[in-house]
C-alpha cells in the first residue's frame, strides 16, 4: 500500500471510530476534577472571546528572512511611518531626519536578524514580497546612504538611522520600535511608537480601533469553531474561504491567488533550499546541509528514505530564510520551514492535488489565528512552542484536513503537535535564526506527521485534549518563561552555546 492509500485509509477508519462503541466519551471535554484524589486547585473554563477577524492574508505573508517579528514587521512598520510621513508635508519640510529606535529583543537581536536592514528598505519604500536577499545584502552595507524622497524631501537613510537603544526600557510589548522625525538639533518634530507583536504583524500607540467586516462564521476559539461546523453543516475550509472573501471583501478568485501565491513561495524555498550548500551568512561558521541530508535519504530505503527527506524539505527553506530568501510567515519566519516541508511532501510525494492542499492550508490557517489570537505566535512572547510548536500544529492540521480527515480529527492531530512542543523555549544563539531554529524546523515537521499519523489512527471520541487547552496552556506556560528565554539570546542555548 502506498502513502496515499494510507492516508485515504486512515480517514476512513477515523470516521469508523466515531462509530464504536466506547465507552466514556472524551471528546473536547477536559477531565472533571472529581476524578483525582488531589486536584491541582485549579481548572480550566473557556473563555468566550470576539470573533476572530484576522484575515488569512495577515496570517500567511510573503517577506524576506530571516524573522517575522524582527524583519518583516519593521519593514511594514518602516513602510507605515514613510506613508503617515507622506500624509505630513509641512513637518518633513522642516526636519533633517528620520531616526528608527529599537528597545527590547529588536535592539538585543536586531542585527541577527537584519532588522536595520528591514528598516532601511520600509523607509526607501520596498514592500516586503518583493524584498529580495539580494537588496537586503546590499542594505547591509554600513558605509553607504540610501536616498529616497518622502512628502516632497529628499532624505538619506543608512546605519545612522538606526539607534540601537535600550533592550530593557519598559513598554507595553518586548519589541517597540520608536520611528521619530527630527530636526536639525535632533529634536523630535514627529514619532510613532509601534509594537512588533509577533509572526509579521504590528501595531502603534493609539492606533484607532480598525473597523473589522464581520465575518460570515463568528468563532473565537476552536471549540465555537466546531459549532459553527456543526450547525451549518459546511467544512473546515468552506468556513475558512466565507469568512475571508467576507473580511477582505474579495471573491474565490482573489482568495486562491492568495493561497497559490503561498504554496508557490514555499514549494520554491524546498526546490532553492536542495539545491544550495555553503555556508550562511552570520558571525559563525554555520554550514548548509538540507542538500546532503535529502541526497542521503534519496540513496537509503524505509523510514530512514521518509524522515531524511520531510527533514531535508524542512531544513531548505529554514536555510534560505535564514540567507534572507524569501518565505512565508506560517506562523513567523523563524518558524517558516515546518509547513512548507508538509506542502512539498503532499504535492510530490503523496502526490495530493492543488485543490486538497489548498484546502489543507485554510485549515491550518484557522489553528494559527486560533493559537495568534487566543495565545501568542511570537517567541519573544511565548518562547519557541508559539512559532515551531504552532507550525507543527498548522501542519499536522493540514494533513488530515487535506486527507479528508473530519473536523475533529484534524484538531486533535493540531492539539498533539502543539501539546507536544509545551515549555519549548526561545534561545538563538547570537541572536541568529541559525541554531537552533533550523533543525527545530525539521523536527516541527517529523511530530507534526507524527501527530497526524496517531490522530487520524486512534478513536477521536477517546481522546482528551482538544486544541483550546492546550492552546491555554501554552499561553501558561509562555507567561513563567524568564524573559531571557524568550528570543533574547541570553540564556539556554544562547549561552550555553558560546565558549569563553
Ligand atoms: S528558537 Fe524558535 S522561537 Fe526562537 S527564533 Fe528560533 S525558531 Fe523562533
Same mark, same amino acid.
Given at each position: 500500500?502506498?502513502?496515499?492509500?494510507?492516508?485515504?485509509?486512515?480517514?476512513?477508519?477515523?470516521? =469508523?471510530?466515531?462509530?464504536?462503541? =466506547?465507552?466514556?466519551?472524551?471528546?473536547?471535554?477536559?477531565?472533571?476534577?472529581?476524578?483525582?484524589?488531589?486536584?491541582?486547585?485549579?481548572?480550566?473554563?473557556?473563555? +468566550?472571546?470576539?470573533?476572530?477577524?484576522?484575515?488569512?492574508?495577515?496570517?500567511?505573508?510573503?517577506?524576506?528572512?530571516?524573522?517575522?517579528?524582527?524583519?518583516?514587521?519593521?519593514?511594514?512598520?518602516?513602510?507605515?511611518?514613510?506613508?503617515?510621513?507622506?500624509?505630513?508635508?509641512?513637518?518633513?519640510?522642516?526636519?533633517?531626519?528620520?531616526?528608527? &529606535?529599537?528597545?527590547?529583543?529588536?535592539?538585543?537581536?536586531?542585527?541577527? &536578524?537584519?532588522?536595520?536592514?528591514?528598516?532601511?528598505?520600509?523607509?526607501?519604500?520596498?514592500?516586503?514580497?518583493? =524584498?529580495?536577499?539580494?537588496?537586503?545584502?546590499?542594505?547591509?552595507?554600513?558605509?553607504?546612504?540610501?536616498?529616497?524622497?518622502?512628502?516632497?524631501?529628499?532624505?538619506?537613510?543608512?546605519?545612522?538611522?538606526?539607534?540601537?537603544?535600550?533592550?530593557?526600557?519598559?513598554?507595553?510589548?518586548?519589541?517597540?520600535?520608536?520611528?521619530?522625525?527630527?530636526?536639525?538639533?535632533?529634536?523630535?518634530?514627529?514619532?510613532?511608537?509601534?509594537?512588533?507583536?509577533?509572526?509579521?504583524?504590528?501595531?502603534?500607540?493609539?492606533?484607532?480601533?480598525?473597523?473589522?467586516?464581520?465575518?460570515?462564521?463568528?468563532?473565537?476559539?476552536?471549540?465555537?469553531?466546531?459549532?459553527?461546523?456543526?450547525?451549518?453543516?459546511?467544512?473546515?475550509?468552506?468556513?475558512?474561504?466565507?469568512?475571508?472573501?467576507?473580511?477582505?471583501?474579495?471573491?474565490?478568485?482573489?482568495?486562491? +491567488?492568495?493561497?497559490?501565491?503561498?504554496?508557490?513561495?514555499?514549494?520554491?524555498?524546498?526546490?532553492?533550499?536542495?539545491?544550495?550548500?555553503?555556508?550562511?551568512?552570520?558571525?559563525?561558521?554555520?554550514?548548509?546541509?538540507?542538500?546532503?541530508?535529502?541526497?542521503?535519504?534519496?540513496?537509503?530505503?524505509?523510514?530512514?528514505?521518509?524522515?531524511?527527506?520531510?527533514?531535508?524539505?524542512?531544513?531548505?527553506?529554514?536555510?534560505?530564510?535564514?540567507?534572507?530568501?524569501?518565505?512565508?510567515?506560517?506562523?513567523?519566519?523563524?518558524?517558516?520551514?515546518?509547513?512548507?516541508?508538509?506542502?512539498?511532501?503532499?504535492?510530490?510525494?503523496?502526490?495530493?492535488?492543488?485543490?486538497?492542499?489548498?484546502?489543507?492550508?485554510?485549515?491550518?490557517?484557522?489553528?494559527?489565528?486560533?493559537?495568534?489570537?487566543?495565545?501568542?505566535?511570537?517567541?519573544?512572547?511565548?518562547?519557541?512552542?508559539?512559532?515551531?510548536?504552532?507550525?507543527? +500544529?498548522?501542519?499536522?492540521?493540514?494533513?488530515?484536513?487535506?486527507?479528508?480527515?473530519?473536523?475533529?480529527?484534524?484538531?486533535?492531530?493540531?492539539?498533539?503537535?502543539?501539546? &507536544? &512542543?509545551?515549555?519549548?523555549?526561545?534561545?538563538?544563539?547570537?541572536?541568529?535564526?541559525?541554531?537552533?531554529?533550523?533543525?527545530?524546523?525539521?523536527?516541527?515537521?517529523?511530530?507534526?506527521?507524527?501527530?497526524?499519523?496517531?490522530?487520524?489512527?486512534?478513536? +477521536?471520541?477517546?481522546?482528551?485534549?482538544?486544541?483550546?487547552?492546550?492552546?491555554?496552556?501554552?499561553?501558561?506556560?509562555?507567561?513563567?518563561?524568564?524573559?531571557?528565554?524568550?528570543?533574547?539570546?541570553?540564556?539556554?542555548?544562547?549561552?550555553?552555546?558560546?565558549?569563553?
Amino acid at each position: 500500500m502506498d502513502r496515499r492509500e494510507a492516508m485515504k485509509l486512515a480517514g476512513a477508519m477515523a470516521v =469508523c471510530a466515531e462509530f464504536w462503541p =466506547c465507552g466514556r466519551k472524551a471528546e473536547a471535554r477536559g477531565i472533571s476534577a472529581s476524578a483525582f484524589p488531589d486536584p491541582p486547585g485549579r481548572c480550566y473554563r473557556a473563555v +468566550a472571546g470576539a470573533p476572530i477577524v484576522t484575515p488569512l492574508r495577515d496570517l500567511y505573508k510573503v517577506g524576506p528572512g530571516p524573522s517575522s517579528s524582527h524583519t518583516i514587521a519593521p519593514l511594514r512598520i518602516a513602510g507605515n511611518f514613510r506613508i503617515w510621513l507622506d500624509g505630513q508635508p509641512d513637518l518633513v519640510r522642516s526636519s533633517a531626519a528620520i531616526e528608527a &529606535h529599537l528597545f527590547g529583543s529588536l535592539s538585543a537581536t536586531g542585527r541577527g &536578524h537584519r532588522t536595520d536592514r528591514a528598516i532601511i528598505a520600509g523607509l526607501i519604500g520596498q514592500k516586503p514580497e518583493t =524584498c529580495d536577499a539580494a537588496l537586503m545584502d546590499a542594505l547591509g552595507d554600513a558605509t553607504r546612504v540610501f536616498p529616497t524622497t518622502i512628502a516632497g524631501r529628499d532624505f538619506h537613510i543608512g546605519a545612522s538611522t538606526i539607534v540601537w537603544d535600550k533592550v530593557d526600557a519598559g513598554y507595553p510589548f518586548a519589541d517597540t520600535v520608536v520611528m521619530r522625525l527630527v530636526d536639525g538639533q535632533g529634536r523630535a518634530l514627529a514619532e510613532r511608537e509601534y509594537y512588533s507583536t509577533g509572526g509579521g504583524f504590528f501595531q502603534w500607540k493609539g492606533q484607532p480601533r480598525p473597523i473589522s467586516p464581520e465575518p460570515v462564521f463568528r468563532y473565537s476559539n476552536m471549540n465555537e469553531f466546531k459549532t459553527v461546523a456543526a450547525e451549518s453543516g459546511q467544512s473546515i475550509d468552506a468556513i475558512m474561504l466565507e469568512n475571508e472573501k467576507a473580511l477582505l471583501g474579495v471573491g474565490d478568485a482573489e482568495v486562491t +491567488a492568495h493561497l497559490d501565491l503561498v504554496l508557490d513561495t514555499m514549494i520554491r524555498g524546498v526546490d532553492l533550499g536542495l539545491t544550495e550548500e555553503g555556508v550562511l551568512p552570520g558571525p559563525f561558521e554555520f554550514h548548509r546541509k538540507a542538500k546532503r541530508i535529502h541526497d542521503r535519504a534519496l540513496a537509503a530505503e524505509g523510514g530512514d528514505n521518509f524522515l531524511g527527506r520531510l527533514s531535508s524539505y524542512a531544513l531548505a527553506v529554514s536555510e534560505g530564510n535564514a540567507a534572507g530568501r524569501l518565505a512565508v510567515t506560517a506562523p513567523t519566519l523563524g518558524s517558516a520551514g515546518t509547513l512548507p516541508a508538509v506542502a512539498y511532501l503532499m504535492q510530490y510525494d503523496l502526490k495530493v492535488s492543488r485543490e486538497a492542499m489548498r484546502k489543507g492550508l485554510l485549515a491550518a490557517g484557522l489553528v494559527g489565528l486560533i493559537c495568534k489570537t487566543n495565545a501568542s505566535v511570537a517567541g519573544a512572547d511565548v518562547g519557541c512552542q508559539g512559532e515551531i510548536g504552532v507550525a507543527s +500544529a498548522m501542519a499536522a492540521a493540514m494533513l488530515a484536513h487535506a486527507a479528508g480527515q473530519p473536523v475533529e480529527v484534524t484538531e486533535i492531530a493540531a492539539a498533539m503537535a502543539l501539546e &507536544h &512542543h509545551l515549555g519549548m523555549s526561545c534561545d538563538p544563539v547570537g541572536g541568529f535564526v541559525l541554531i537552533p531554529c533550523i533543525e527545530r524546523n525539521a523536527f516541527g515537521a517529523l511530530k507534526a506527521y507524527n501527530a497526524y499519523l496517531i490522530a487520524s489512527n486512534e478513536i +477521536a471520541s477517546q481522546h482528551w485534549e482538544d486544541l483550546d487547552r492546550v492552546v491555554a496552556a501554552m499561553l501558561e506556560t509562555g507567561r513563567a518563561l524568564p524573559q531571557p528565554f524568550r528570543e533574547m539570546g541570553t540564556a539556554g542555548l544562547g549561552v550555553s552555546m558560546v565558549g569563553c
